[in-house]
């Protein structure tokens, strides 16, 4: 429920109970005193019966009148407001664990609300400044805050789908993933109006669409790491959002940082969200990232690299990072060896059928997923671990200590063997029917980054994307008192201390995986203006059939990823030569060269 309130108006169906409650004029509004011990529990009695109790409020009103107004230096009707809310929803909640959206009323209100910055202006300006706002307010635990994504109000920059889409690729990543808008932009106050801003990313071009729904459905994948990363903010007092420079302290790059975007995610993952526009001739956006040191491993001696979620690429930290985006890629960074929790990607609504593993697409955020996919972003790391934390998701249990916490591990045994295992559950809880977690599930295995491996030991089965390059290893059941082991190996030359894919040499070139989106990308530039102009692009035909190939046959080899960098060198001179036949259009050209350079 979003509660503008001020006053309780004779409209209200259940005004005249509250009138008579507080012996106030039944034809006149009643003015809200949150002060008021009688008028607050005729209010809420008054509410209840409307609402039949409440799960989540959102007090979009941040001065709820109180005659203790006048307490100097304070913002006590927030923070009455807040409480009062706050507790009340709990009270009535059959499960015990609500969510109020409120204000800010001071330092010790962040224990009941979770936070919003009010109606945002739509600009860069805004979405520039949001990422450094968060994780500042993480500084006194206020981690829960949230924003409106895309912006609320319009200054300027109309209904921006560029700015929007980069809005929620950092709303994946944030306390809460939240579109929010006026409807009417700008000066167009009053109906009919032809302006409007709008959210329903189905309603976009494919263009926005596409990050979008990418945005959005990476948010309900990672929730599993989220959900273990707030626990650990309620167990261990550590921000689940906060500045690089809590992570590393007295890291140069790590404090420059703190003026950026760049901001920690959990433990694990470092996002700089991109906050500018891009180019108008490239379609790219330029941005630079400052990359913290990270330890050096004890095994090897040598310093452990950042990998790029999307891209693949691994890069050295101490250093500013000059890179370039395309609308669908972001900037997230992984500490080598770390395992991150997630679930599969939601394809149906809560209320629909479907299968058991995967997720729901709304409502489902309280849920455990049905099997847990450990993305192992191995880098130049020769051992990894990653955790998860779980309960039921929305009674007061973990409280208690009704919760279980499960580790993934994996060992580089050798130069081509690996150990993945997962250990035995800790701790138990109950579900809502009273049944006891965890209990045995599927658990998959997903090697980022690597080459084909296959299993010697174990029982698990293994698939290759050779489009993304990354293995999966699934165990079909692991019993909670038991936990697993799997061990894979790679042919000579292949595995991922020697190739040359992330772990032989971090390196600034871009990664196989985002060069590999951004071929398809320019093929369908192209085979679009070859359908309009019956021109043949099959310099591009063949840098998609190659790994097609790939992944037919579950081969890949460091060979064929050398052959396929060729090909891309061989379709850019093709296409962008002065005297080629067939040219595509003068952008395509300046975009072919700046996207595949």
Same mark, same amino acid.
């Given at each position: 429920?979003?509660?503008?309130?001020?006053a309780?108006? %004779?409209?209200?169906?259940?005004?005249?109970?509250?009138?008579?409650?507080? @012996?106030?004029?039944?034809?006149?509004p009643?003015?809200?005193?949150?002060?008021?011990?009688?008028?607050?529990?005729?209010?809420?009695?008054?509410?209840?019966?409307?609402?039949?109790?409440?799960?989540?409020?959102?007090?979009?009103?941040?001065?709820?009148p109180?005659?203790l107004?006048?307490?100097?230096?304070?913002?006590?009707?927030?923070?009455?407001?807040?409480?009062?809310?706050?507790?009340?929803a709990?009270?009535?909640?059959?499960?015990?664990?609500?969510?109020?959206?409120?204000? !800010?009323?001071?330092?010790?209100?962040?224990?009941?609300?979770?936070?919003?910055?009010?109606?945002?202006?739509?600009?860069?300006?805004?979405?520039?400044?949001?990422?450094?706002?968060?994780?500042?307010?993480?500084?006194?635990?206020?981690?829960?805050?949230?924003?409106?994504?895309?912006?609320?109000?319009d200054?300027?920059?109309?209904?921006?789908?560029?700015?929007?889409?980069?809005?929620?690729?950092?709303?994946?990543?944030?306390?809460?993933?939240?579109?929010?808008?006026?409807?009417?932009?700008?000066?167009?106050?009053?109906?009919?109006?032809?302006?409007?801003?709008?959210?329903?990313?189905w309603e976009? %071009?494919?263009e926005?669409?596409?990050?979008?729904?990418?945005?959005?459905?990476?948010?309900?994948?990672?929730?599993?790491?989220?959900?273990?990363?707030?626990?650990?903010m309620?167990?261990?007092?550590v921000?689940?959002?906060?500045?690089?420079?809590?992570?590393?302290?007295?890291?140069?790059?790590?404090?420059?940082?703190?003026?950026?975007?760049?901001?920690?995610?959990?433990?694990?993952?470092?996002?700089?969200?991109?906050?500018?526009?891009?180019?108008?001739?490239?379609?790219l956006?330029?941005?630079?990232?400052?990359?913290?040191?990270?330890?050096?491993?004890?095994?090897?001696?040598?310093?452990?690299?950042?990998?790029?979620?999307g891209?693949?690429?691994?890069?050295?930290?101490?250093?500013?990072?000059?890179?370039?985006?395309?609308?669908?890629?972001?900037?997230?960074?992984?500490?080598?060896?770390?395992?991150?929790?997630m679930?599969?990607?939601?394809?149906?609504?809560?209320?629909?059928?479907?299968?058991?593993?995967?997720?729901?697409?709304?409502?489902?955020?309280?849920d455990?997923?049905?099997?847990?996919?450990?993305?192992?972003?191995?880098?130049?790391?020769?051992?990894?671990?990653?955790l998860?934390?779980?309960d039921? @998701?929305?009674?007061?249990?973990?409280?208690?200590?009704?919760?279980?916490?499960?580790?993934?591990?994996?060992?580089?045994?050798?130069?081509?063997?690996?150990?993945l295992?997962?250990?035995?559950?800790?701790?138990?809880?109950?579900?809502?029917? @009273?049944?006891?977690?965890?209990?045995?599930?599927?658990?998959?295995?997903?090697?980022?980054?690597?080459?084909?491996?296959?299993v010697?030991?174990g029982?698990a089965?293994?698939?290759?994307?050779?489009?993304?390059?990354?293995?999966?290893?699934?165990?079909?059941?692991?019993?909670?008192?038991?936990?697993?082991?799997?061990?894979?190996?790679?042919?000579?030359g292949?595995? %991922?201390?020697s190739?040359?894919?992330?772990?032989?040499?971090?390196?600034?070139?871009?990664?196989?995986?985002?060069?590999?989106a951004r071929?398809?990308?320019?093929?369908?530039?192209i085979? !679009?203006?070859?359908?309009?102009?019956?021109?043949?692009?099959?310099?591009?035909?063949?840098?998609?059939?190659?790994?097609?190939?790939?992944?037919?046959?579950?081969?890949?080899?460091?060979?064929?990823?050398? @052959?396929?960098?060729?090909?891309?060198?061989?379709?850019?001179?093709?296409?962008?030569?002065?005297n080629?036949?067939?040219q595509?259009?003068?952008?395509?050209?300046?975009?072919?060269?700046?996207?595949?350079?």
């Amino acid at each position: 429920m979003d509660v503008h309130q001020s006053a309780t108006a %004779p409209v209200n169906s259940r005004f005249a109970e509250l009138a008579d409650a507080l @012996g106030a004029n039944a034809s006149e509004p009643v003015p809200l005193e949150i002060g008021d011990k009688d008028y607050m529990e005729a209010w809420f009695k008054m509410i209840d019966a409307q609402v039949g109790g409440r799960n989540y409020w959102w007090l979009d009103s941040p001065h709820a009148p109180s005659a203790l107004d006048d307490r100097p230096g304070a913002h006590p009707n927030a923070e009455l407001w807040n409480r009062l809310q706050f507790w009340g929803a709990v009270n009535e909640s059959k499960v015990g664990r609500p969510t109020v959206m409120g204000p !800010w009323g001071g330092l010790g209100t962040h224990r009941y609300p979770f936070g919003h910055s009010g109606d945002t202006i739509t600009s860069w300006q805004t979405l520039q400044f949001l990422p450094r706002y968060s994780a500042t307010a993480s500084n006194v635990l206020f981690s829960y805050i949230s924003h409106d994504l895309g912006g609320h109000r319009d200054y300027g920059d109309g209904d921006n789908q560029e700015l929007y889409t980069r809005s929620a690729q950092y709303g994946a990543f944030s306390a809460q993933l939240r579109p929010h808008a006026a409807k009417v932009i700008g000066a167009c106050e009053r109906e009919p109006c032809d302006i409007h801003f709008d959210r329903r990313i189905w309603e976009l %071009p494919s263009e926005f669409f596409a990050p979008l729904r990418e945005a959005m459905q990476l948010r309900a994948r990672l929730l599993p790491y989220s959900y273990t990363a707030a626990m650990r903010m309620y167990l261990e007092d550590v921000p689940f959002i906060r500045h690089v420079y809590v992570d590393f302290p007295g890291d140069a790059s790590a404090e420059a940082a703190a003026n950026t975007s760049a901001y920690m995610y959990g433990s694990s993952i470092l996002v700089a969200p991109v906050t500018t526009p891009r180019d108008a001739a490239t379609n790219l956006t330029a941005h630079t990232i400052l990359l913290p040191t990270l330890p050096k491993e004890t095994a090897s001696d040598h310093a452990v690299a950042w990998v790029e979620r999307g891209s693949g690429r691994c890069l050295l930290g101490g250093r500013a990072v000059p890179s370039t985006y395309t609308l669908d890629e972001a900037a997230e960074f992984v500490r080598a060896g770390s395992i991150i929790p997630m679930s599969a990607t939601p394809s149906k609504p809560r209320d629909a059928c479907g299968g058991a593993e995967t997720p729901h697409v709304l409502g489902g955020a309280a849920d455990v997923p049905p099997v847990v996919h450990w993305h192992v972003f191995l880098g130049n790391a020769s051992t990894g671990s990653g955790l998860l934390i779980e309960d039921d @998701g929305r009674s007061t249990g973990y409280l208690r200590g009704e919760y279980s916490t499960i580790t993934a591990n994996y060992t580089l045994e050798n130069e081509v063997t690996m150990l993945l295992s997962v250990g035995r559950a800790a701790g138990t809880y109950r579900d809502l029917s @009273g049944e006891l977690k965890p209990s045995a599930r599927a658990m998959v295995f997903e090697l980022h980054n690597v080459l084909a491996p296959k299993v010697l030991s174990g029982d698990a089965e293994v698939a290759w994307d050779a489009r993304t390059l990354t293995a999966s290893v699934r165990i079909a059941a692991v019993g909670p008192a038991l936990g697993a082991s799997v061990r894979i190996a790679w042919a000579a030359g292949d595995g %991922p201390r020697s190739n040359a894919l992330c772990g032989a040499m971090p390196t600034e070139r871009p990664g196989f995986v985002a060069l590999h989106a951004r071929v398809l990308a320019i093929k369908k530039m192209i085979d !679009w203006e070859a359908f309009l102009k019956t021109r043949p692009s099959m310099a591009m035909n063949e840098l998609v059939a190659t790994t097609i190939r790939m992944e037919r046959d579950h081969a890949g080899s460091q060979a064929e990823l050398a @052959g396929f960098g060729k090909k891309v060198e061989a379709a850019v001179r093709l296409h962008t030569a002065g005297n080629a036949t067939g040219q595509p259009s003068a952008k395509l050209q300046r975009i072919m060269k700046a996207w595949l350079r």
